[in-house]
């Protein structure tokens, strides 16, 4: 059982162009991660969201937690290239520290 | 600049031989790490959670004599693929929840692991 849906799995997009990815699921998460992975990299921390309906803005990136803490959005605004990689959800609940991952987006910025 | 490392960063090997892979915290201390397994253009796969001085608590499927951890220090924690074998040729990434950053977890940069 997948417990986090991201959705899509797959964007291939032009410069310049606005995206969203969302994870979503029927549970509450205590907080929920964000992480960017280029290829033969570890995924590197974005941005954690622990308050329902918070948003957090990072230079073009925004995100947002819903406000039952069960689902979050990713928003890109004029996707450059640089911006190409694999984006991951990952939500944590409890304090085991465990994080379940969502499937990820692999996102591809076409210049 | 890092706070999570691993070693090697890829290695190859033998169908039949053991490989040990390294994950250190290096500025913070680390009761428990996590392993994953990645498959290309994949998400993490949780194999198991690494415990420093207890046992690790492996994921459903995951074969715990086949894949060894241990987790002798704060810093430190290795996880042994013995008898390896083609299939288990994959990326290994650990990480650590950093406890005075609120538990956020940081990831090594990975070990590309390939038993020919």
């Known amino acids: 059982t997948q417990l986090l849906e991201q959705s899509p799995q797959f964007l291939s997009i032009q410069e310049g162009e606005n995206l969203t990815v969302y994870c979503n699921s029927s549970?509450?998460?205590?907080?929920l991660q964000w992480y960017r992975q280029e290829p033969g990299e570890g995924p590197v921390l974005l941005v954690t969201v622990v308050t329902g309906g918070e948003v957090k803005k990072l230079k073009r990136l925004t995100f947002q937690f819903g406000d039952a803490r069960k689902d979050s959005s990713l928003h890109i605004t004029a996707a450059q290239p640089g911006d190409t990689g694999l984006y991951l959800c990952a939500g944590s609940r409890g304090s085991n520290y465990k994080l379940t991952f969502g499937k990820g987006t692999l996102l591809t910025v076409n210049p | 600049g890092a706070v999570v490392s691993q070693h090697p960063s890829w290695v190859i090997c033998k169908s039949g031989t053991s490989v040990k892979i390294e994950c250190r915290s290096l500025d913070f201390q680390a009761t428990t790490m996590f392993w994953y397994r990645q498959f290309p253009k994949q998400s993490l796969m949780l194999m198991a959670t690494s415990n420093e001085g207890s046992k690790a608590t492996y994921e459903q499927g995951v074969e715990k004599d086949k894949f060894l951890i241990n987790h002798a220090s704060l810093t430190l924690s290795t996880l042994t693929v013995t008898s390896a074998h083609p299939e288990d040729s994959s990326f290994y990434i650990c990480?650590?929840?950093?406890?005075?950053?609120?538990?956020?977890?940081?990831f090594g940069p990975g070990t590309r692991l390939t038993v020919t």
């Open positions: 549970s509450v998460f205590s907080s």
């Open positions: 990480s650590a929840p950093r406890w005075d950053r609120g538990y956020e977890q940081y």
